[in-house]
């Protein structure tokens, strides 16, 4: 499906993000992107909250790997992707990436503004109670297909 | 101008906001409040870090005052208000409240869903560098007429 | 006791905690008035996290009041107080406070540098699972006599 | 110095630090091993807001690797170690790790809890203004010998 090959997410940088460099805290380059994959998990039909009272399990974040290539500021608009890369019996990697959007790229292809932050998220499939890997449900695999 | 009067902007609840009780974290209606401001002063034509470039200028939240009546929940949507209430000189009191959006709300009056927070926040303006208060430039006074 | 009508907990001033404006982001003095309140209350033999086990009962804040006073910066050390100031059947009032510490004052009383932000906190016993308000148990009551 | 080799800090684990799974969110390590790394370099006579002050320069965080072994819930209490592993001209890397303290391990060893969390920071040295790259200050470079 193409959601899973190629998927972006508008954000807006609020005082919240920033810290005293002026900048977009690192850190939260990693909500930022969990946003943004949450959304594309959304628009591929897996809803997380509703998946925990069908299934008992859940996604857990277990390895994260983030490059910072330039700053974002207060109130810039950036573009986050998700894109799957690897997909496991019990764990997907996905590859995101945060564009900074400027007036005109914003009207069209918002991903081709400066790369702000790149970065690879493994998340696991476990248990929601004992926090224990399992595979993931087929019926969320095949949403990848 | 009717959006100093009433306006509204739509959220979602993402891992991030949520804590251990399994509901909202209750300082990040402090963060939802200020996207929703943040976005009423963009609309109503005041573009905070443009101007702290022009004024040497900025807002600064010097009182905050929350009542929270009811839980939000991952993946909830929630439409969050900013309304005028008070102009002074040198600040501003703004009401604010969150509602739960539901299905059928979200395509009428989203404001109608159960309200899970309301305050008021008090904003002043200061010089950039010093922090001292000072009068808010009538340009910017005038966008609440 | 005296705890209950004094404590107070130190604090250090990370990139986490500050926003653009080059000084402690407003909604994390919130957060640090709970790492003071989560303080006191253990030192009152109050944990949180077993009570929870053990009376399926938690805090939760349902009012917070602040004002800001001053801006606290990166590496500052904070003294933040907690004060009992009502005590009902279903909710506490805490008062609390957040002094910048100095080299000379942190040897002597950290509470009497500059006082940044002052503030009241309630917080109301819920039922864990439904987050219904309730009686708060008179074992924990106890510790504030 | 035996500084840069061995470091750690304890940490106590509050509301904020958690989410809706019950338990540390993610992203909240990168900010646990940041005080961790703040600490370390203060000790090691690094202090990162005076320095600003006297070299216009800054350290900035330009990657990170992180996994995720194990859960920590809220009122645990953790051991965060920092030491250095790569030392070049204009950036460091820091090798990190967080530990469960147990009530008997943080009478002796912290270190030899359950460990939760892993990884690689780099950190490079940048002017504060233009956040361009340069090479860290000789008498910084010092400390780490």
Redesign the interface.
């Given at each position: 499906m193409s959601l899973s090959v190629h998927f972006g997410w508008p954000l807006?940088v609020?005082?919240?993000d920033?810290?005293?460099?002026?900048?977009v805290?690192?850190?939260?380059y990693?909500?930022f992107f969990?946003?943004a994959r949450?959304?594309w998990l959304r628009a591929l039909g897996v809803?997380?909250?509703?998946l925990k009272g069908q299934t008992q399990g859940?996604f857990?974040?277990?390895?994260?790997?983030?490059?910072?290539l330039g700053?974002a500021?207060?109130?810039d608009q950036l573009w986050v992707t998700a894109r799957l890369i690897e997909k496991g019996r019990a764990s997907l990697v996905v590859a995101q990436e945060a564009y900074k959007m400027t007036p005109t790229l914003s009207l069209g292809d918002p991903s081709q503004g400066p790369k702000l932050c790149e970065g690879h998220i493994r998340i696991g499939w476990v248990n929601?109670d004992t926090?224990k890997p399992s595979r993931i449900p087929q019926t969320i695999l095949e949403k990848f297909e």
């Amino acid at each position: 499906m193409s959601l899973s090959v190629h998927f972006g997410w508008p954000l807006r940088v609020y005082w919240e993000d920033t810290d005293a460099g002026g900048i977009v805290f690192y850190a939260n380059y990693l909500k930022f992107f969990e946003r943004a994959r949450t959304e594309w998990l959304r628009a591929l039909g897996v809803e997380q909250h509703a998946l925990k009272g069908q299934t008992q399990g859940m996604f857990i974040v277990s390895e994260t790997q983030l490059k910072y290539l330039g700053p974002a500021r207060l109130d810039d608009q950036l573009w986050v992707t998700a894109r799957l890369i690897e997909k496991g019996r019990a764990s997907l990697v996905v590859a995101q990436e945060a564009y900074k959007m400027t007036p005109t790229l914003s009207l069209g292809d918002p991903s081709q503004g400066p790369k702000l932050c790149e970065g690879h998220i493994r998340i696991g499939w476990v248990n929601a109670d004992t926090l224990k890997p399992s595979r993931i449900p087929q019926t969320i695999l095949e949403k990848f297909e």
